[in-house]
């Protein structure tokens, strides 16, 4: 059973940056698939922050791609996920999952997210 | 920034069909990628629900169908239960982001 567990201060000041890490069990991350963060501030919706692959290629969302960095160590089976210069609107749960991306039966490509952490709140304030 | 468009809510008594509507674009849904949708309850990470439009992983209840046309796609909940209760989005792979892109949520409401 694949299983993701993030860590990481759940408060950082204003400008600082954040910095979490996704332990990987049930699964080796050499192995394949994208590892993915996604952050949900307070009573909002889910937003898809960027991604990276097994082999280290990664794709961010263009909103927060002059922020994010995300990095894999695959010996240790983790990736993490680093935010900077944040400010209060940061403020969020952040998820880390496993994305799953093949073709349907008509070709038609499919991204999605099978494994979830259990997500962890971090603060911005100072 | 795009995102896909959800009704904030719906509700409907126990037993009822509820469906949830999810509108996108040109560079996601209207593209051809597939949809999938996820169930959060209270407090807690979301859960794959429907992925590849209609596929159900397993010990997801059949109760709980999806489909697609175009640019929109549906999540159906028949014989709505009390514990169906909880926030439900979609998602597709949108190709100006290069990554995912989510729905707006909907709330779901069991009277």
């Known amino acids: 059973q694949v299983q993701l567990q993030e860590s990481g201060p759940g408060l950082v000041k204003p400008s600082e940056t954040l910095s979490l890490t996704c332990a990987v069990s049930g699964y080796s991350i050499s192995s394949g698939y994208y590892w993915g963060w996604i952050r949900q501030p307070p009573g909002k919706g889910l937003e898809w922050i960027g991604s990276i692959y097994h082999s280290g290629s990664t794709y961010y969302n263009p909103s927060l791609k002059s922020r994010v960095t995300i990095s894999v160590d695959t010996s240790k089976n983790q990736f993490s996920l680093k935010l900077s210069s944040v400010t209060a609107a940061d403020t969020a749960v952040y998820y880390c999952?496993?994305?799953?991306?093949?073709?349907?039966?008509?070709?038609?490509?499919?991204?999605?997210?099978?494994?979830w952490g259990q997500g962890t709140l971090v603060t911005v304030s100072s | 920034q795009s995102v896909l468009t959800q009704p904030p809510s719906v509700s409907g008594a126990p037993g009822q069909r509820v469906t949830i509507s999810c509108t996108g674009s040109s560079s996601n849904i209207g593209a051809g990628y597939d949809v999938h949708w996820y169930q959060q309850l209270p407090g807690t990470a979301p859960k794959l629900l429907i992925y590849g439009n209609s596929n159900r992983p397993s010990g997801v209840p059949d109760r709980f169908s999806g489909s697609k046309s175009g640019t929109s796609a549906s999540l159906a909940i028949t014989g709505l239960q009390a514990e169906d209760e909880a926030d439900y989005y979609c998602?597709?792979?949108?190709?100006?982001?290069?990554?995912?892109?989510f729905g707006t949520g909907t709330k779901v409401t069991v009277l």
């Open positions: 999952a496993r994305a799953e991306n093949d073709y349907d039966s008509s070709g038609y490509y499919r991204y999605y997210f099978d494994y």
């Open positions: 998602q597709s792979y949108d190709s100006s982001l290069s990554g995912g892109v």
